[in-house]
T-cell receptor, first 111, second 113 residues
Framework: GQQLNQSPQSMFIQEGEDVSMNCTSS?????WLWYKQEPGEGPVLLIA?????ELTSNGRLTAQFGITRKDSFLNISASIPSDVGIYFC???????????FGKGTRLHILP | DAGITQSPRHKVTETGTPVTLRCHQT?????MYWYRQDPGHGLRLIHY???????DKGEVSDGYSVSRSKTEDFLLTLESATSSQTSVYFC????????????FGSGTRLTVV
């Protein structure tokens, strides 16, 4: 079945640093989604991408829909303590298809 | 908030007992999903529903059943709980034509002892 390979699995960074994570697939998707999960809560949508090559920002977060439609990237600039959590990428081929989730990148921020 | 609640939030149960988790939505969305989340495995789909009384299996459905008798409620039942079913369970919803993926509940942490 379809799988998303998300990397890295975990990251330890200093507060103030920029963060980059990515998601790749052997299959194409027409929608890419990035979610964040904080401890004790469900994942919450951060950014949705609908077009190959699209670059979308949400505050300090920027995500890109890869031109091949097989990958996506998330960058966080100037990290702060509240950025801690698990970041999931997700892909969807059509709106009638189930969403496929990556296994997540766990972000730790050192004081 | 999107109007999705899960109950209970926490439960401890004994091996071999049946357990039912509830997902309730006030959005009148057609699609509802049950996932489990375990370290190293991410989110894995257990069962999903595309309408009242219409359900289907996901990738890890063994040992679980679901029912949807009303649009707003999607129940997940562990027929005879095992320790391997200790996990955090999430419900998610989306509607026909909804563009922005799924909305998740806050989860149920289930411990089987």
């Amino acid at each position: 079945g379809q799988q998303l390979n998300q990397s890295p699995q975990s990251m330890f960074i200093q507060e103030g640093e920029d963060v980059s994570m990515n998601c790749t697939s052997s299959s194409i998707f027409n929608t890419w989604l990035w979610y964040k999960q904080e401890p004790g809560e469900g994942p919450v949508l951060l950014i949705a991408l609908y077009k190959a090559g699209e670059l979308t920002s949400n505050g300090r977060l920027t995500a890109q829909f890869g031109i091949t439609r097989k990958d996506s990237f998330l960058n966080i600039s100037a990290s702060i303590p509240s950025d801690v959590g698990i970041y999931f990428c997700a892909g969807q081929l059509t709106r009638d298809d189930k969403i496929i989730f990556g296994k997540g990148t766990r972000l730790h921020i050192l004081p | 908030d999107a109007g999705i609640t899960q109950s209970p939030r926490h439960k401890v149960t004994e091996t071999g007992t049946p357990v039912t988790l509830r997902c309730h939505q006030t959005e009148n969305h057609r699609y509802m999903y049950w996932y489990r989340q375990d370290p190293g495995h991410g989110l894995r789909l257990i069962h999903y529903s595309y309408g009242v009384k219409d359900t289907d299996k996901g990738e890890v459905s063994d040992g679980y059943s679901v029912s949807r008798s009303k649009t707003e409620d999607f129940l997940l039942t562990l027929e005879s709980a095992t320790s391997s079913q200790t996990s955090v369970y999430f419900c998610a919803i989306t509607g026909a034509g909804v563009r922005d993926g799924y909305t998740f509940g806050s989860g149920t942490r289930l411990t089987v002892v």
